[in-house]
T-cell receptor
Framework: DAGITQSPRHKVTETGTPVTLRCHQT?????MYWYRQDPGHGLRLIHY???????DKGEVSDGYSVSRSKTEDFLLTLESATSSQTSVYFC?????????????FGPGTRLTVT | GDSVTQMEGPVTLSEEAFLTINCTYT??????LFWYVQYPGEGLQLLLK?????DKGSNKGFEATYRKETTSFHLEKGSVQVSDSAVYFC?????????????FGKGTKLTVNP
């Protein structure tokens, strides 16, 4: 299994509070991604990173920010959590294989905003 | 843009039944194609892949063939088990495998009853 951990695994927070989720990898992969998974929507990309300090937006980036100060860590921050951000969040990593990019996923963080 | 369409679920089968989950795609050129599986409470795992036309990906008794003429990558298994109950995602890697992002279908939930 790819060495990807996410912390915390579960979190309950109140509307308006800041929340930071952490993704840590031991594979030295260049690319890291944050997704959210919601019923009826599948997986949606929030932000991704293509190197230290290099990040870009995905399709649902509003209300989220990210940072990557080290190759192994990718942080997702909700500056002021809202109930619509209740979801399961997955981190993924990737690197160029022979002919494609394969992504490997972490175990997920279940976030509830009350 | 690139897109993936997979059959809506849920799909319910009896043990030892034949499984097909349809997946079609729209993409420029020849993308790489993937099937991911998500067991309850876990992250996505790469199940199989194919990187060029007529390639067959296989793993754990599952198979899928890259059909360029029909732009399809249907997942099949000859005899399903209760342990195959999961959500299955079809995905593509655009730009002929050169894009660092994956495009996912919305997932198909499979339940296998004893």
């Amino acid at each position: 299994d790819a060495g990807i951990t996410q912390s915390p695994r579960h979190k309950v927070t109140e509307t308006g509070t800041p929340v930071t989720l952490r993704c840590h990898q031991t594979e030295n992969h260049r690319y890291m991604y944050w997704y959210r998974q919601d019923p009826g929507h599948g997986l949606r990309l929030i932000h991704y990173s293509y190197g230290v300090k290099d990040t870009d937006k995905g399709e649902v980036s509003d209300g989220y920010s990210v940072s990557r100060s080290k190759t192994e860590d990718f942080l997702l921050t909700l500056e002021s959590a809202t109930s619509s951000q209740t979801s399961v969040y997955f981190c993924a990593i990737s690197d160029r294989q022979a002919t494609s990019y394969e992504q490997y996923f972490g175990p997920g963080t279940r976030l509830t905003v009350t | 843009g690139d897109s993936v369409t997979q059959m809506e679920g849920p799909v319910t089968l009896s043990e030892e039944a034949f499984l097909t989950i349809n997946c079609t795609y729209t993409a420029t050129g020849y993308p790489s194609l993937f099937w991911y599986v998500q067991y309850p409470g876990e992250g996505l795992q790469l199940l199989l892949k194919a990187t060029k036309a007529d390639d067959k990906g296989s793993n754990k008794g599952f198979e899928a063939t890259y059909r360029k003429e029909t732009t399809s990558f249907h997942l099949e298994k000859g005899s399903v088990q209760v342990s195959d109950s999961a959500v299955y995602f079809c995905a593509l890697n655009g730009l002929q495998g050169g894009s660092e992002k994956l495009v996912f279908g919305k997932g198909t939930k499979l339940t296998v009853n004893p």
